[in-house]
């Protein structure tokens, strides 16, 4: 028999839906059903979220100036708190929890107004403007790289770390194993959707400038836009690069599992996937981020040696060719990297975070809940 009905809400991007699916699992293993309230553009990730139901509710970013499209869109948020209000009156669950993003705003809106208690989670080190709409209403703030100590709610905020998918704790239990001379040197890049299109032009040019012999090494998977991949695909021709390029890996856990280097942005959900699986990177924040939440999320990793944070604007081809030279000669500072990220991560966020939705669902304080020491 259930023990209670968990809505997690969370944007339709994977930021966003992979903590809250890592979450999910641990709901359903203890007992839980599990719904997922999100938007439209979910469905890619979303038809292996192991949810008992999912409900699409109206939505949408409040960043225009414009009158017209701001009327709309909070036009569309009150619809969207409408249909969340309807829904939470049929199945009553026993908490809602936010996982950023504008989709989560009429759900988590909906709950704090109807007395349900109500969770957030904030993968990134800064706090994005859904959740900072939120923080005051709801019960606890769980943080993926927040100090308990710091922010605006510190005594309703628990650092718990980003929760990982089964499959990255599966890629964690794979050892780091460098790539000794004349061996294969796995090379991951990705960007997600907005981030990738950089990649795609600076990846084949730096490849480009190394020797054959190093050249000839690499054995490349790169996400690469839709819009992208003809060109790309021609460079990888061109070049006889060993190379896997799609927009989208569905085992992207098991390929930063197998890399020997991984250069990326730096989600806040990246870069805590980067460090429970334990493998070096380069990370290039993505610099149109709203908050530059990215660069303080690339920073909390390297501050312990397990990456190098490069700005954009910095990283010519040039700049990136000599990085990939550097890798490809020197396995024992990779090796160390790799051993530093592994030092950060927290595998066992999902259960944090599992333990303080349940203290809240029960309808603990989170004072209660900080003072047992969960």
Same mark, same amino acid.
């Given at each position: ?35 997922? $309230?999100?938007?439209? #553009? ?20 409040? %960043? ?63 706090? %994005? ?50 790539? %000794? ?43 690469? #836009? ?49 460090? $429970? ?6 990370? $290039? ?78 309808? #603990? ?5 900080? %003072?047992?020491?969960?």
């Amino acid at each position: 028999m259930s023990k209670g009905i968990i809505f997690l809400a969370a944007g339709g991007t994977g930021g966003h839906l992979f903590p809250a699916e890592a979450l999910a699992y641990k709901l359903r293993d203890r007992g839980y059903s599990v719904h997922l $309230v999100t938007d439209s #553009r979910a469905e890619r990730y979303a038809g292996s979220f192991p949810a008992d139901e999912i409900h699409v509710v109206p939505s949408a970013t409040i %960043g225009s100036k414009n009158p017209v499209k701001l009327a709309r869109s909070l036009l569309t948020l009150w619809s969207g708190m409408r249909a969340a209000r309807k829904l939470i009156r049929n199945i009553r669950p026993s908490c809602v929890v936010g996982f950023g993003g504008y989709p989560t705003i009429p759900p988590l809106l909906a709950a704090t107004r109807m007395g349900i208690p109500s969770v957030i989670h904030e993968q990134n080190a800064v706090m %994005g403007r859904a959740n900072k709409a939120l923080a005051g209403r709801v019960q606890a703030i769980a943080g993926g790289f927040l100090p308990e100590n710091g922010g605006a709610y510190p005594e309703k905020t628990v650092t718990t770390g980003n929760p990982v998918r089964p499959a990255v704790l599966e890629a964690a239990k794979r050892p780091y194993v460098p790539s %000794g001379p004349d061996e294969p040197f796995n090379l991951v890049v990705f960007g997600g959707s907005q981030g990738a299109q950089f990649f795609s032009k600076a990846i084949p040019t730096a490849v480009s400038l190394l020797e054959e012999p190093l050249r000839n090494r690499l054995r490349i998977t790169q996400q690469v #836009r839709v819009e992208d991949m003809a060109t790309v695909n021609n460079c990888v021709v061109h070049l006889q690069m060993g190379a896997e390029i799609a927009p989208f890996f569905n085992d992207m856990a098991d390929r930063i599992g197998a890399a020997h280097l991984v250069i990326c942005r730096s989600g806040a959900s990246t870069v805590s996937e980067i460090a $429970v699986i334990g493998r070096p990177a380069i990370l $290039v924040p993505y610099p149109y981020a709203l908050d530059h939440d990215q660069a303080a999320n690339a920073a909390a990793l390297a501050a312990n040696g397990g990456a190098k944070v490069i700005a954009q604007s910095e990283l010519s081809a040039e700049k990136l060719s000599a990085i990939l030279r550097g890798s490809l000669n020197s396995p024992e500072k990779l090796a160390k990297m790799a051993a530093a990220a592994k030092l950060t991560g927290k595998p066992d966020a999902a259960n944090l975070l599992a333990d303080l939705v349940e203290a809240i669902a029960d309808k #603990r304080s989170i004072a209660e809940f900080k %003072g047992a020491g969960a």
